[in-house]
């Protein structure tokens, strides 16, 4: 009898290993099947994508110099400062897995981003297969796959994958701690092992917040909901680690965080300056920022008592400005931007192209209604969870969100709830059973699946209709083909993360210059002076007419202008096929 329990745990080790590798490998193929079928990613870069790279190459965590100029890897321990921007172990771990694997170049880089996203998943579906059953934990895995908003956050770079696979941890850790709680809500004596599960739960929160300081929204949510429930004693195990770490390694350098100014008006010029990437906001490029910015921002300010402006612009306006540092926002300004955000959040969760519509929305609240039945704890969790955060958001940060990626698996796993207590009402309604009652649940997954495939294929047309990463990859050929110093700098009119995109493809020196700032120094007749403090030599990207002037008063080198053509790579006739089923 003994040998028989053994062999089956055994054998239920092996099938859960299987099927964490299979949701492993299916999740790395699909994300990664764009860039198959197209031949080219839209990922989008970000500062602390090139942090990562000079971490591993010089050891700093910097990109930029006093005039912000985003330098040449080269140049980064002799010109560069500290970049104050946060989210900065998600850097430093690139920094260390770049010396394990090699610096990936620009194209193959999005791989690193999509296995940590799929390692969160089998994390994710662990913490699922845990508290519910099999058949739930596989639903999930595919929702979670197929999910739009997952499906493309891998493509942004050194964003949340650090962070989601610490906050994934926690979950788990958690979980295995409150356990007992989670099923009977009777605060029971905590084992030295749940225990132990809470200290490291609190470590990984700490970890997560610290890769993306974004996700700390849910802290003060956690720490009151476990207040409220009066498990004392698994708060204290869990904020013990977490204070000790953000004691440690966050607090003493609070003052040179850059996210500060979402606070406080009292901080540094240094800081303010630090990174383009947080006042480019605001202000369209270094130039204006250094030497021109009363000037600008005067022309701003008034614009919020302009009544010929929106009032929704002008309260937009005024919510940029309280996280900028630059001016507080009163307290019913304060309600009117909240107001203002609040419904922007509520219908992403609604939104087409990031859960897949109406019909998934009712799925997540049928799944919600489910969860309420099945586990009371974790229902009452979600809810506060989610709706805290989104109040957080709105009236506190003032922070609008183009995703849903905090909330990923709690979506997923309503929606896969939904689809069981979906398919459950079918079943029970015409009374079937067996292989019938099989194929219902086949059906009605699949239709969910393929709802949310033909979101992704709508959604990927749009991403790569509107990416730059073509023109982008034909402007680094051409700077490769000449011999430009990495001490010259070359002067782009770029969308930012198509600039940290050039810098990291060419190792060359770029910076910031749009077009009206260009042709108001043309007609100062400063534009040459202006390049020499800059160190431009180079100018890429303008308008033939625009770069005809330039080169007429300035001492540049034209390198490629914005009427460049680019290579499309050729879909082949079978991808063409096979994309046109799910047309």
């Excluded at 974790?378 to 609008?400: H, K, N, T």
Aim: glycine residues 4%; hydrophobic residues 50%; proline residues 3%.
């Amino acid at each position: 009898m003994l040998e028989t329990n053994q062999d089956n745990k055994i054998k239920s080790f092996l099938l859960v290993g299987i099927f964490l590798l299979v949701v492993f490998v299916l999740a790395v193929a699909v994300w990664y099947s764009p860039v198959l079928f197209k031949g080219y990613s839209t990922h989008v870069f970000t500062t602390n994508t090139l942090m990562g790279r000079n971490v591993y190459l010089t050891g700093l965590y910097s990109a930029e110099n006093d005039l912000n100029v985003f330098l040449a890897p080269s140049l980064v321990k002799e010109q560069g400062h500290i970049s104050a921007y946060g989210n900065k172990l998600t850097s430093l771990i690139y920094g260390k897995v770049f010396k394990i694997t090699g610096l990936p170049d620009e194209n193959n880089i999005v791989l690193f981003s999509i296995i940590f996203h799929a390692l969160t998943l089998l994390i994710l579906t662990g913490v699922v297969l845990y508290l519910f059953k099999f058949k739930t934990a596989i639903i999930f895995s595919l929702v979670y796959i197929f999910l739009p908003f997952n499906w493309h956050q891998p493509y942004h770079l050194s964003t949340y994958e650090l962070s989601l696979f610490f906050f994934a941890l926690f979950f788990l850790f958690y979980f295995w701690g409150v356990k007992g709680g989670v099923l009977t809500e009777k605060i029971q004596k905590l084992s030295l092992g749940r225990g132990i599960c809470l200290i490291i739960s609190g470590s990984f929160l700490a970890l997560a917040g610290l890769s993306k300081e974004a996700v700390l929204l849910i802290v003060p949510v956690l720490f009151i909901f476990l207040w409220v429930k009066k498990q004392r004693l698994q708060l204290f195990y869990i904020f013990l680690p977490f204070v000790v770490l953000f004691g440690v390694f966050w607090l003493p350098g609070i003052s040179n965080n850059i996210y500060l100014q979402f606070f406080t008006t009292q901080v540094s010029e240094e800081i303010k300056s630090a990174d383009f990437a947080f006042y480019g906001h605001i202000y369209p490029d270094p130039y204006t920022y250094h030497f021109k910015q009363e000037e600008y921002l005067e022309d701003y300010k008034e614009q919020l008592t302009d009544e010929s402006v929106p009032l929704i612009e002008r309260v937009g306006k005024a919510k940029v400005l309280q996280n900028m540092g630059i001016q507080k926002v009163g307290l019913i300004d304060r309600v009117k931007v909240g107001l203002l955000i609040i419904p922007r959040h509520v219908f992403r969760f609604i939104s087409l192209e990031d859960v897949g519509g109406p019909f998934i929305f009712l799925l997540i609240l049928l799944g919600l209604y489910s969860l309420r039945k099945k586990n009371k704890y974790l229902y009452q969790f979600f809810v506060y969870w989610i709706l805290s955060a989104i109040f957080l958001m709105a009236f506190v940060v003032l922070a609008i969100r183009n995703h849903l990626m905090d909330f990923n698996w709690a979506i997923a796993l309503l929606i896969s709830l939904g689809i069981l207590a979906l398919c459950k009402i079918i079943i029970k309604y015409f009374d079937l059973k067996d292989k019938k009652a099989l194929v219902v649940y086949l059906i009605i997954l699949l239709a969910v699946l393929y709802n949310l495939v033909l979101v992704n294929h709508v959604s990927w047309s749009r991403a790569y209709d509107s990416s730059n990463y073509l023109i982008i990859t034909a402007y680094s050929q051409e700077i490769k083909k000449l011999n430009i110093l990495d001490q010259d700098v070359i002067a782009v009119d770029l969308h930012p993360s198509d600039l940290y995109y050039l810098n990291y493809a060419t190792n060359k020196s770029v910076v910031m210059f749009t077009p009206k700032t260009v042709e108001d120094l043309l007609e100062e007749n400063i534009l040459n002076d202006i390049f020499k403090e800059f160190k431009v030599r180079y100018v890429l990207g303008y308008s033939d007419e625009l770069t005809k002037a330039i080169l007429k008063q300035a001492d540049v080198v034209n390198v490629a202008s914005n009427s460049l053509e680019p290579v499309v790579p050729e879909m082949s006739r079978n991808k063409g096929w096979l994309m046109n089923l799910i047309n």
